[in-house]
């Protein structure tokens, strides 16, 4: 039961598909975590992608920028098949930024380097330029006044805006997060999450592994209910997050809002 | 008779000049195989942690081999047996430094590898997920935070290394081991030469054995 996803862009305006997943299969050993996905996602969609732990959505996220090679299926990226081993990982990598659930910075730099390291290292901008960049990038994200200290003088929620900023440095056409907020106390969370609403207004297309469903309800155009490796139930978030048509999707709601099997 | 031992070190002065010289064929033993089995380690640890089996299987067999035969019988065994091999006849110190590095750069290997997987996978990918390639991940991300674990056990090696430049008197390269046996033969002092010998051997590891502790001491500071 499969229900379609609902389109929330304005019409007339086209539609660019930027990610494109077909029959993705993921196998660790003998255990097969991803079953056969397909996925689209156009320019400028917000899409969370919510289940159970060990359910393959992070799996899936790691997949588009082959942090996991697919066991067979294909991944295309801004019409670039990148599972065809003839594409340049690094360029398509590029245009990727990740978010991870730990951060992840580097702790032997200090914030407005860690963001500078893309810029830098792998566009090979100058040093100056980097560093305006980096600057106007931390002011974004609000620590400019944090610049200058390194990643473990800073609080949970703070080093994950400067991973976003890093990420962005990079001027990526997509976003991937991985549980951006899962390791974060609740009070945290809250200035990591309008980092990214804001950042979804914006324009960026997003594809975003999370439990917060009230950010999904707010911010995303599309939710995607993944089960034992396989596309359960997507739809608007308003629609699927309230009126599940699933049991499974159910069952999972029940137990996220009220820690209890039905 | 023990008691009233006549302790002599008149032969010191006339023999300095050949301890200075063996010493000085120590530190450049030290300094060889120290930059020579650190190089090798470095590159033979990054293969160790190949996903490849046929990159890191064979570098296993070679590691395995050189760390767990005694270093005394790979010095011997390069020295007599790789001209009967190979037909190429090295010379006593060449053949020695190339021995100790070559045992040196197994334990080396082993540091490196587990500096850079005492990191954790999540550095890493960061690395990769930003476009950077492997080698710039190793250089940009892994090696300057695993540099400062790694370098407590390095130096414990390279004190070691100076004991170990000692086991080349086997093939008569004229270290200061070497040459201290010459002088016990020559001035029947062997007490009093030995403990020449042993404050030669702390000259030079000493301030080594005080850098190591520093860096240990700055290391524990910072994390």
Known sequence: MV????????????????????????????????????LEVDEGEVVVIVGRSGSGKSTLLRCLNLLERPTSGSVSILGEEITSGRSNLFKVRRQIG???????????????????????IVLGVGKAEARDLASALLEKVGLSHRADQYPNQLSGGEKQRVAIARALALNPRIMLFDEPTSSLDPELKGEVLDTMRQL??????????????????????????????????????????????????????????????? | MYA????????????????????????????????????????????????????????????????????LLQIVLIYFLLPLVTGLRLPAFEAGVIALSLNYSAF????????VLSLGKGQSEAGAAMGMTAFQVLKRVIYPQA?????????????????????????????????????????????????????????????????????????????
């Not at chain 1, 029959?23 to 397909?38: N, P």
């Not at chain 1, 990740?98 to 830098?120: D, K, S, W």
């Not at chain 1, 396989?230 to 809002?257: C, W, Y």
């Not at chain 2, 010191?12 to 010289?21: N, T, W």
């Open chain 2, 108 to 115: 080396f290997s082993e540091v490196f590898r587990a500096g």
């Open chain 1, 98 to 120: 990740m978010v991870f659930q730990h951060f992840e910075l580097f702790p032997h730099r200090t914030a407005i380097e860690n963001v500078m390291e893309g810029p830098y």
């Open chain 1, 3 to 38: 229900v379609e996803a609902a389109d929330s862009r304005p019409e007339g305006l086209p539609s660019t598909v930027v990610v494109e997943v077909r029959d993705l299969h993921k196998s660790f050993g003998t255990v097969e975590v991803l079953k056969g996905i397909d």
């Open chain 1, 200 to 262: 979804a207004l914006e324009g960026m297309t997003m594809i975003v592994v999370t439990h917060e469903m009230t950010f999904a309800r707010r911010v995303a155009n599309r939710a995607l209910f993944i089960d034992d490796g396989v596309v359960v139930e997507q739809g608007h978030p308003e629609d699927i997050l309230r009126a599940p048509s699933t049991e499974q999707l159910k069952r999972f709601l029940n137990v996220l809002f009220w820690g209890e099997n039905p």
């Open chain 2, 147 to 223: 540099i400062r674990r790694m370098l407590p056990p390095i130096t414990n090696m390279l004190v070691n290394l100076t004991k170990d430049t000692s086991l080349l008197t086997i093939i008569g390269v004229a270290e200061l081991f070497n040459v201290s046996q010459s002088v016990s033969a020559r001035s029947f002092k062997n007490v009093e030469v030995l403990l020449v010998l042993a404050v030669f051997y702390l000259v030079i590891n000493v301030p080594l054995s005080y850098v190591a502790n520093r860096l240990y001491a700055r290391q524990t500071i910072r994390i």
């Open chain 2, 4 to 71: 009233n031992y006549q302790w002599d070190f008149s032969w010191i002065a006339d023999e300095m000049p050949l301890f200075g010289m063996a010493a000085w064929i120590s530190i450049k033993i030290l300094l060889l195989a120290g930059v020579l089995s650190l190089a090798m380690g470095l590159c033979i640890g990054q293969g160790l942690l190949s996903k490849r089996w046929y990159v890191f299987a064979p570098l296993r067999v070679w590691v395995e081999l050189f760390r767990l035969t005694p270093p």
